[in-house]
């Protein structure tokens, strides 16, 4: 059974619900569902009402509270403040201690905290990874030729590629500025950006050598740790935490900035939940309040000016974890505006979940399907060939809709690879 | 039947996936905005139908089989609309339902039942139109429970309730035929209105498949005003004066003095914690009206002596005004444990007696009132705060004496909450034993196996 303290604590919680439902019209998963244990209103009930033994902590309870996204929205409308996804990925763990999760996710969760076998795992990956694809005959990424659902791939999910080129052999440990050094800033490229998108990741550290930083690439780094803790495996992101946080402190550097909105969130809040008594929590307690997504952190610290021109049409799609587990939405903005040429378009709903979720997707996928398909919509109705945002999973699960709805001639970037080519770097 | 077998019957009518049956997830459909307790009473299944057709059907098998439908919009109902009387029940969950077509050329909106209110009113802004209606829920409620219950809202002092811009319907009746009552027509007289009976029904009639909404163009600005006063007298003076003076305020809120502390003590941005009340005033209309209307107000508040009149002169102010509006009820209810509240209406020449009546009740049982709400059109919410189990007693004896004042001046113990499962005893002191009879039968024509939402508005006036 679920630890007594932990239940009366998420018990406690989850009563300051008032039930007025305002969560429904902003969650993605009630607007496809429709049922009233697929939004918070009615999850927060049933975590109360186990907590009071009214229903069994069993396998239908379990789905019901992993049916979510995560994207926040309840949170960012509830007159409550309730911290929901907090609960949710508490009540995860609860269920997570006691049964097993599926055996990949297990493997997957303890590679992660191996650095280097993932490390290996990853690199031996990109070359070997057509027998396991097959490209897709437009646009980027390959489709999977076998359905291994507990590993999240579906025959018709576009899978984005493994580069043979990741962001380790495109940029070295320390990377000095060019021109003066401002300060010295430690980049955490999380996975994606490292092993799938690594040319946005050259762009990253391209544009804040640029702007005078010295970028450190810290080589005992991994895995964020997001997608264990999202899953319940508290243990498995707690070794992350410590690892990442050990190794960022080791660097000395004034900041330490992220591109993946995720990684952010999970840096400056979500260890908060996994370290407990851990050694780490005071250098956590320190770095956190350090740690700026990329596109805050230019404009809090970057001087830009001359910018080059880039023609063009670009919508920009806010990350759930940036717009709201970061705070960060009018930044990324203006940036891109102040681009000569790029016309930027808003979209409708721009910061509304695009359904990617990280293993959501991979659980639901149709589900998360039918969500990114409002997001295309969304996205085709602009008329813009590119869409910028700042988190590689929603930019994988963008491609994926986008290929599905026939619109590969549309492209996904992150938006430091439009400013890396306004400001003549190489990226 | 059985219970599986009404599961399967249903199942093969919506389909599987658009079904709860689990217990763990019917649990969710104990509750609404209003629930304190969990109801015993867990329904058979949820349907969630897409069609029209889809509910006919379910409605044919209810009837065959007498089986009790509740339809369920969002939940966000504050009079125990939904409340689960009895066990065995189908939940109908007309969440699918989300239609929005607006009709720029004949000035209306055809919509479904589960469209949320906020989507319906920003589509129709995009035409240059609007749909005032703006119940405190309307950014999450959705338009067929704003029907059911013919809610009401701040801007009603202006442009009146729901039923105002309800042009047709279309609804599924318990036996499941479907009738289409009303029009795109302006006038429309063929018949009885039945149109409007079913506005407000609260379920207990039919199921609302699809509405025509009526639609008006689009005020171009607004203006806010806020305006304090000394005594709750002058202050209640003031709101008759100002809705005689020739300018119709487009929303009229009222606050007393513990729901000015209460926002003042959360937002900290200056509210006058030393007036007794509060008036928060919005005109609208074309631009260069807007400025006349404001300053006619001014004048009547500055002659019944106001201590403090801000007009707004940027988005800023005005949003802070607002803010104090939207805050207000959080704040308070952070004071009490809980709370016992109500959407009373009197006359809106009698509001000073209302408004003095609360604060006496509130001293002759011990017990901390507030009250704010939509002074304009005479409706306000009074905030009744308890701690124990003892104060409860109480709390629930003051709301009677002052439902029963309500009664006795000539108002209306519900404005815009409906009857619900909470005001059935007040029915038959309201409208007199002949008029409730004439509402019994005209429900027993309709639904005469009573299974349309049974026990809401009526309870144990009508049997099986």
Same mark, same amino acid.
């Given at each position: 059974?679920?630890?007594?303290?932990?239940?009366?604590?998420?018990?406690?919680?989850?009563?300051?619900?008032?039930?007025?439902?305002?969560?429904?019209?902003?969650?993605?998963?009630?607007?496809?569902?429709?049922?009233?244990?697929?939004?918070?209103?009615?999850?927060?009930?049933?975590?109360?009402?186990?907590?009071?033994?009214?229903?069994?902590?069993?396998?239908?309870?379990?789905?019901?509270?992993?049916?979510?996204?995560?994207?926040?929205?309840?949170?960012?409308?509830?007159?409550?403040?309730?911290?929901?996804?907090?609960?949710?990925?508490?009540?995860?763990?609860?269920?997570?201690?006691?049964?097993?999760?599926?055996?990949?996710?297990?493997?997957?969760?303890?590679?992660?905290?191996?650095?280097?076998?993932?490390?290996?795992?990853?690199?031996?990956?990109?070359?070997?990874?057509?027998?396991?694809?097959?490209?897709?005959?437009?646009?980027?990424?390959?489709?999977?030729?076998?359905?291994?659902?507990?590993?999240?791939?579906?025959?018709?999910?576009?899978?984005?590629?493994?580069?043979?080129?990741?962001?380790?052999?495109?940029?070295?440990?320390?990377?000095?500025?060019?021109?003066?050094?401002?300060?010295?800033?430690?980049?955490?490229?999380?996975?994606?950006?490292?092993?799938?998108?690594?040319?946005?990741?050259?762009?990253?550290?391209?544009?804040?050598?640029?702007?005078?930083?010295?970028?450190?690439?810290?080589?005992?780094?991994?895995?964020?740790?997001?997608?264990?803790?999202?899953?319940?495996?508290?243990?498995?992101?707690?070794?992350?935490?410590?690892?990442?946080?050990?190794?960022?402190?080791?660097?000395?550097?004034?900041?330490?900035?992220?591109?993946?909105?995720?990684?952010?969130?999970?840096?400056?809040?979500?260890?908060?939940?996994?370290?407990?008594?851990?050694?780490?929590?005071?250098?956590?307690?320190?770095?956190?309040?350090?740690?700026?997504?990329?596109?805050?952190?230019?404009?809090?610290?970057?001087?830009?000016?001359?910018?080059?021109?880039?023609?063009?049409?670009?919508?920009?799609?806010?990350?759930?974890?940036?717009?709201?587990?970061?705070?960060?939405?009018?930044?990324?903005?203006?940036?891109?505006?102040?681009?000569?040429?790029?016309?930027?378009?808003?979209?409708?709903?721009?910061?509304?979940?695009?359904?990617?979720?990280?293993?959501?997707?991979?659980?639901?996928?149709?589900?998360?399907?039918?969500?990114?398909?409002?997001?295309?919509?969304?996205?085709?109705?602009?008329?813009?060939?590119?869409?910028?945002?700042?988190?590689?999973?929603?930019?994988?699960?963008?491609?994926?809709?986008?290929?599905?709805?026939?619109?590969?001639?549309?492209?996904?970037?992150?938006?430091?690879?439009?400013?890396?080519?306004?400001?003549?770097?190489?990226? | 039947?059985?219970?599986?077998?009404?599961?399967?019957?249903?199942?093969?009518?919506?389909?599987?996936?658009?079904?709860?049956?689990?217990?763990?997830?019917?649990?969710?459909?104990?509750?609404?905005?209003?629930?304190?307790?969990?109801?015993?009473?867990?329904?058979?299944?949820?349907?969630?139908?897409?069609?029209?057709?889809?509910?006919?059907?379910?409605?044919?098998?209810?009837?065959?089989?007498?089986?009790?439908?509740?339809?369920?919009?969002?939940?966000?109902?504050?009079?125990?609309?939904?409340?689960?009387?009895?066990?065995?029940?189908?939940?109908?969950?007309?969440?699918?339902?989300?239609?929005?077509?607006?009709?720029?050329?004949?000035?209306?909106?055809?919509?479904?039942?589960?469209?949320?209110?906020?989507?319906?009113?920003?589509?129709?802004?995009?035409?240059?139109?609007?749909?005032?209606?703006?119940?405190?829920?309307?950014?999450?409620?959705?338009?067929?429970?704003?029907?059911?219950?013919?809610?009401?809202?701040?801007?009603?002092?202006?442009?009146?309730?729901?039923?105002?811009?309800?042009?047709?319907?279309?609804?599924?009746?318990?036996?499941?035929?479907?009738?289409?009552?009303?029009?795109?027509?302006?006038?429309?007289?063929?018949?009885?209105?039945?149109?409007?009976?079913?506005?407000?029904?609260?379920?207990?009639?039919?199921?609302?498949?699809?509405?025509?909404?009526?639609?008006?163009?689009?005020?171009?600005?607004?203006?806010?005003?806020?305006?304090?006063?000394?005594?709750?007298?002058?202050?209640?003076?003031?709101?008759?004066?100002?809705?005689?003076?020739? $300018?119709? %305020?487009? @929303?009229?809120?009222?606050? #007393?003095?513990?729901?000015? *502390? +209460?926002?003042?003590?959360?937002?900290?941005?200056?509210?006058?914690?030393?007036?007794?009340?509060?008036?928060?005033?919005?005109?609208?209309?074309?631009?260069?009206?807007?400025?006349?209307?404001?300053?006619?107000?001014?004048?009547?508040?500055?002659?019944?002596?106001?201590?403090?009149?801000?007009?707004?002169?940027?988005?800023?102010?005005?949003?802070?005004?607002?803010?104090?509006?939207?805050?207000?009820?959080?704040?308070?209810?952070?004071?009490?444990?809980?709370?016992?509240?109500?959407?009373?209406?009197?006359?809106?020449?009698?509001?000073?007696?209302?408004?003095?009546?609360?604060?006496?009740?509130?001293?002759?049982?011990?017990?901390?009132?507030?009250?704010?709400?939509?002074?304009?059109?005479?409706? $306000?919410? %009074?905030? @009744?705060?308890?701690?124990? #189990?003892?104060?409860?007693? *109480? +709390?629930?004896?003051?709301?009677?004496?002052?439902?029963?004042?309500?009664?006795?001046?000539?108002?209306?113990?519900?404005?815009?909450?409906?009857?619900?499962?909470?005001?059935?005893?007040?029915?038959?002191?309201?409208?007199?034993?002949?008029?409730?009879?004439?509402?019994?039968?005209?429900?027993?024509?309709?639904?005469?196996?009573?299974?349309?939402?049974?026990?809401?508005?009526?309870?144990?006036?009508?049997?099986?």
């Amino acid at each position: 059974m679920v630890n007594a303290s932990e239940l009366e604590s998420i018990r406690k919680a989850a009563s300051s619900c008032t039930y007025c439902g305002a969560c429904q019209a902003v969650c993605p998963v009630f607007d496809k569902v429709g049922a009233e244990a697929a939004c918070s209103r009615g999850r927060l009930l049933q975590l109360r009402l186990m907590a009071e033994g009214v229903i069994d902590p069993n396998a239908s309870l379990a789905e019901s509270i992993t049916r979510c996204a995560l994207c926040k929205a309840c949170e960012a409308t509830c007159s409550s403040n309730i911290h929901t996804t907090e609960l949710f990925m508490r009540f995860r763990r609860a269920v997570a201690d006691h049964t097993p999760l599926p055996l990949a996710k297990r493997i997957a969760f303890t590679a992660l905290g191996y650095r280097r076998i993932f490390d290996l795992c990853l690199r031996l990956g990109a070359p070997f990874q057509k027998l396991l694809f097959k490209d897709a005959p437009e646009g980027p990424g390959s489709f999977s030729r076998l359905p291994i659902p507990a590993a999240g791939l579906n025959k018709r999910r576009l899978i984005p590629k493994l580069s043979t080129q990741p962001l380790r052999s495109r940029v070295s440990p320390v990377t000095s500025p060019r021109g003066a050094k401002k300060m010295r800033v430690a980049f955490f490229p999380g996975c994606m950006l490292t092993y799938v998108y690594p040319e946005a990741g050259k762009a990253v550290v391209d544009v804040l050598t640029a702007i005078g930083m010295e970028v450190v690439l810290p080589d005992a780094i991994g895995c964020c740790g997001t997608p264990a803790i999202t899953s319940g495996d508290f243990v498995a992101g707690r070794t992350l935490a410590e690892m990442n946080i050990k190794a960022l402190e080791a660097t000395g550097a004034e900041a330490v900035i992220t591109a993946c909105a995720t990684c952010g969130t999970a840096l400056n809040h979500e260890y908060g939940m996994v370290l407990d008594d851990s050694p780490y929590s005071e250098s956590w307690a320190r770095l956190k309040a350090n740690v700026y997504d990329f596109s805050d952190f230019l404009v809090k610290f970057g001087e830009i000016n001359k910018l080059l021109l880039v023609e063009g049409a670009v919508t920009y799609h806010d990350p759930c974890h940036l717009v709201r587990g970061m705070g960060v939405s009018a930044q990324p903005r203006q940036l891109l505006a102040a681009i000569p040429g790029l016309e930027l378009r808003e979209m409708k709903d721009a910061d509304r979940c695009c359904g990617c979720a990280g293993t959501f997707s991979a659980v639901h996928y149709d589900l998360a399907s039918k969500i990114n398909d409002d997001k295309i919509a969304n996205i085709k109705a602009t008329g813009a060939a590119t869409v910028a945002t700042g988190c590689s999973a929603c930019r994988m699960h963008i491609e994926d809709g986008l290929s599905r709805n026939g619109l590969s001639n549309v492209r996904v970037l992150h938006t430091a690879q439009i400013i890396a080519r306004a400001m003549g770097c190489a990226g | 039947m059985q219970d599986a077998q009404i599961i399967k019957a249903v199942a093969d009518i919506v389909g599987q996936e658009n079904i709860v049956a689990d217990k763990e997830e019917l649990v969710c459909y104990l509750f609404n905005a209003r629930s304190r307790e969990l109801s015993p009473n867990l329904p058979i299944l949820a349907a969630q139908p897409h069609t029209s057709a889809e509910v006919s059907q379910i409605m044919r098998l209810a009837y065959e089989n007498a089986i009790p439908v509740i339809p369920r919009g969002q939940g966000s109902c504050l009079s125990d609309n939904t409340t689960l009387d009895m066990p065995g029940t189908i939940i109908l969950s007309l969440t699918h339902f989300k239609k929005i077509e607006i009709d720029p050329a004949t000035l209306t909106a055809v919509v479904g039942p589960g469209a949320v209110t906020a989507d319906i009113k920003k589509m129709a802004a995009t035409h240059g139109l609007f749909y005032p209606p703006d119940p405190a829920s309307y950014a999450y409620s959705t338009i067929g429970g704003n029907i059911a219950t013919d809610a009401g809202g701040l801007q009603c002092v202006k442009y009146g309730t729901t039923k105002s811009y309800v042009a047709g319907l279309e609804v599924v009746l318990p036996t499941g035929d479907i009738i289409h009552c009303g029009s795109k027509c302006i006038k429309d007289v063929t018949g009885y209105n039945l149109t409007q009976l079913f506005t407000g029904s609260e379920g207990t009639l039919g199921v609302i498949t699809e509405i025509i909404l009526k639609l008006i163009p689009l005020p171009e600005g607004k203006k806010a005003m806020l305006v304090a006063f000394g005594d709750v007298d002058k202050a209640a003076h003031a709101i008759s004066e100002i809705m005689v003076s020739g $300018v119709v %305020p487009s @929303i009229m809120e009222f606050m #007393d003095n513990t729901l000015i *502390r +209460a926002v003042e003590e959360a937002t900290q941005q200056g509210f006058p914690v030393d007036a007794a009340a509060m008036l928060l005033i919005e005109v609208d209309g074309y631009k260069n009206t807007l400025d006349a209307q404001a300053e006619k107000i001014r004048e009547v508040c500055e002659r019944l002596g106001a201590v403090q009149i801000r007009i707004a002169t940027t988005d800023e102010e005005a949003a802070h005004i607002w803010t104090a509006r939207r805050m207000s009820l959080s704040a308070l209810y952070k004071k009490a444990r809980s709370r016992l509240s109500g959407d009373p209406a009197a006359p809106i020449n009698r509001l000073a007696d209302v408004l003095r009546k609360l604060e006496e009740l509130g001293k002759k049982y011990n017990i901390m009132t507030g009250c704010y709400g939509h002074a304009g059109d005479g409706n $306000v919410h %009074p905030c @009744i705060l308890f701690n124990t #189990d003892e104060e409860h007693q *109480r +709390a629930i004896k003051l709301r009677g004496e002052f439902h029963e004042f309500i009664i006795s001046i000539g108002g209306t113990v519900s404005a815009e909450h409906g009857v619900g499962h909470e005001k059935i005893h007040y029915l038959e002191r309201q409208l007199g034993k002949a008029q409730l009879d004439c509402l019994i039968s005209i429900k027993k024509a309709i639904d005469p196996k009573n299974i349309m939402n049974p026990g809401c508005i009526f309870g144990e006036y009508i049997h099986g």
